[in-house]
């Protein structure tokens, strides 16, 4: 991911964060509490690949969406309607169960003399969805940012994703999906932005 990296402990962690080790062990003693034994051989090493993976997993906390966002362009030759980027997708986790989210989000925003370059909406998405999440915190977290660094009109923010604690555990829905949004602006005070917004997501 292409964007500012900060060292860990990251924001809302404390300076007696785990270690390196004490995340592999932990990951040893969740092994033995399946009924599996951490010293077999293909088992050796996956303490090791699991935090790598967590770490990747959760990099979004240790990624600032303000310092991603930070730079806009000014020269847009008047240009002041909808800049709309959709089907990004992004995976994240469920805060309840730490089972995968999938899906893609669809972000919108009435610029209001600046723009951003259209990658930074992306990876914005990247770093909220690449922590524990609900879907609905993660739709709101990705308006607010861009609302707060860019000060557009408004923005229109649409996730649609499955979770797996719905799909794997508990009622086994496979296949049923969520939607979520959240407008900001215009978008929340004006019906008829909302209702074209809507349209240009589902206009494929």
Same mark, same amino acid.
């Given at each position: 991911?292409? @964007? ?11 300076? %007696? ?5 004490? @995340? ?7 092994? *033995? ?24 997993? $959760?990099?979004?906390?240790?990624? %600032? ?7 806009? $362009? ?12 959709? &089907?990004?997708?992004? $995976? ?5 169960? /730490? ?17 951003? =370059?259209?990658?930074?909406?992306? *990876?914005?998405?990247?770093?909220? =969805?690449? *922590? ?12 607010? @940012? ?11 923010? /649409?996730?649609?994703?499955?979770? /797996?604690? /719905? ?7 496979? =296949? ?8 900001? =602006?215009?978008?929340? &005070?004006?019906? @008829?932005?909302?209702?074209? $917004?809507?349209?240009?997501? *589902?206009?494929?």
């Amino acid at each position: 991911m292409d @964007a500012v990296v900060k060292n860990f402990p990251a924001s809302g962690q404390t300076d %007696s964060a785990p270690t390196q080790e004490q @995340a592999e062990e932990a990951v040893r003693v969740l092994l *033995r509490w399946v009924g599996e034994n951490p010293e077999r051989e293909g088992l050796l090493d996956t303490p090791k690949r699991v935090a790598a993976a967590y770490r990747e997993l $959760f990099s979004g906390y240790s990624l %600032s969406a303000e310092e991603v966002l930070g730079r806009t $362009f000014e020269e847009v030759s008047g240009y002041g309607d909808a800049v709309l980027v959709r &089907d990004i997708p992004f $995976f994240s986790h469920c805060e309840h169960h /730490m089972l995968p989210i999938s899906g893609k989000a669809h972000v919108a925003y009435l610029p209001n003399g600046r723009v951003l =370059g259209l990658s930074k909406i992306a *990876r914005v998405v990247d770093i909220f =969805g690449r *922590r524990l999440q609900t879907q609905e915190n993660l739709t709101a977290q990705i308006a607010a @940012a861009i609302e707060k660094t860019l000060g557009p009109r408004g923005v229109a923010v /649409m996730i649609e994703a499955e979770h /797996m604690c /719905m799909a794997m555990r508990g009622v086994q829905k496979q =296949g049923s999906t969520t939607l979520t949004t959240t407008f900001t =602006g215009e978008y929340r &005070d004006n019906a @008829a932005e909302q209702a074209r $917004f809507l349209t240009l997501v *589902r206009n494929r």
